[in-house]
């Protein structure tokens, strides 16, 4: 017999779920709008201006909602410089960067990587307990998500050495946020998924408009050149996929924990490929349908409640 307690939690669960999955799409769609803007933008300077704006945001809606950020002491102010550093100013660098050299779908294809990367690394530092039904779903998603993108680009294994310059980079995002996932754990559960997120978006923006400015690439004028599609593209990346996105995941981590959040990263590249169809009028075909199939399959193996055990009366 199920208890009040326990329909809460299901309900809860599932606005995490829902949350988490529109977290993915609007990050499916960062990658085709980060490559459309590096074609113009140097790749720092769209770092800053992305967070630059983030951070104006989330002033806005602390100003207006009225909510408190708590303050955090000397300890947690390190770790959120951690994260800043990681989870915005170094992860931005190798993404703008690395989709400087290779197109989107390649870099969705190695960002498919997180969930093992978050399951390997929650087994080996916070000791967290991988069930063989948490393996098999990482690795249905990823195998789902690969067939996605494959599917759509099958010569993208063909590259120059400036094509695996860009590899790396974009492998140096997967490392990077899986230290901004795993290690924000104690700050969000003392803080807030709100203030956490806040501080290190502010104070990894600080640290990008710095190196920006030590490179003497600081120009506010040049968002005058822009035209409305790279506004758009720059609202989109700062508002959606960096203010509320962020923020929405962390409360994903605080409630589920970095390993069950992280295997929804394999719905990027399945919402990549459907605004693709929807937007650009690229063929959607049946192996991109299984593949996406198999990327939910993944998801509910590694998010199924766990079986209940009968209560002797």
């Not at 790749?43 to 602390?62: Q, T």
């Not at 909510?67 to 002491?73: A, F, G, H, S, T």
Request: contains cysteine; hydrophobic residues 55%.
């Amino acid at each position: 017999m199920h208890t009040q307690a326990s329909t809460f939690a299901v309900g809860s669960d599932l606005r995490v779920y829902l949350k988490l999955a529109g977290v993915s799409m609007i990050w499916g769609g960062t990658f085709v709008a980060g490559r459309f803007l590096s074609t113009d933008i140097a790749p720092l300077l769209l770092a800053s201006l992305r967070f630059l704006l983030a951070s104006v945001i989330l002033l806005v809606f602390i100003g207006v909602t009225r909510i408190p950020l708590v303050l955090p002491d000397r300890k947690q102010f390190a770790q959120l410089l951690l994260l800043g550093f990681f989870g915005i100013f170094f992860y931005n660098l190798c993404f703008f960067y690395g989709l400087h050299y290779i197109n989107a779908s390649r870099a969705s294809l190695i960002v498919v990587l997180n969930p093992a990367v978050f399951g390997l690394a929650s087994w080996l530092f916070f000791k967290e307990r991988l069930s063989p039904a948490k393996v098999l779903g990482i690795l249905v998603c990823m195998g789902g998500a690969g067939l996605v993108i494959i599917s759509g680009n099958r010569s993208m294994f063909e590259g120059t050495a400036q094509t695996w310059v860009g590899d790396l980079l974009i492998f140096g995002c997967v490392l990077s946020w899986a230290v901004y996932s795993l290690f924000s754990r104690n700050l969000t559960r003392a803080l807030g998924p709100l203030t956490t997120v806040t501080y290190s978006i502010w104070l990894g923006t600080a640290m990008l408009w710095l190196a920006t400015w030590m490179r003497g690439e600081a120009s506010l004028a040049l968002i005058e050149t822009l035209n409305p599609h790279q506004l758009l593209s720059l609202v989109y990346l700062g508002g959606l996929g960096s203010a509320l996105a962020y923020i929405w995941y962390y409360d994903g981590i605080q409630r589920i924990g970095a390993t069950r959040a992280g295997v929804f990263i394999g719905l990027n590249p399945l919402t990549a490929v459907i605004l693709g169809a929807l937007l650009l009028g690229e063929q959607l075909t049946l192996i991109m349908c299984l593949g996406g199939g198999l990327i939910l399959v993944g998801i509910y193996l590694c998010n199924r409640p766990a079986p209940r055990l009968p209560v002797r009366k």
